[in-house]
């Protein structure tokens, strides 16, 4: 039985706004992407205040700490009294690799193109 003191992890989740609905929240805790102090979680699992939360989310983790146990979704002045985000700020865009991209047309020739280019050549398709 939880008290006061006390809410289930994926309540405290949805009712912060990490994730849109109960049911994405709780979704998280069963595919292991919600750690409470460092153990992966089950969505029933009590967290108090002073736990550390570590949720990946999109591929990146959030670190939040719990300053106030809630299981109701609240306003924004609310939301900032009841967690910490000690989430490190991304690094620069200049320090992620670069993914070269391929200009639009410069892939391989279209059948159009294919005609063209052999007409060019001089290989036309009535010498076959």
Known sequence: MMDATSARVDAWLWAVRVYKTRSAATAACRAGHVR????RVKAAQPVRPGDELRV?????DRQLVVRRPISKRVGAAVVAESMEDRTPPPPPRESIAFVPMRDRGAGRPTKRERRDIDR???RDADDD
Do not use: E, K, P, T
């Open 36 to 39: 409470v102090n460092g153990d």
């Open 120 to 122: 060019l050549r001089g």
């Open 56 to 60: 990946r989310i999109a591929g990146f």
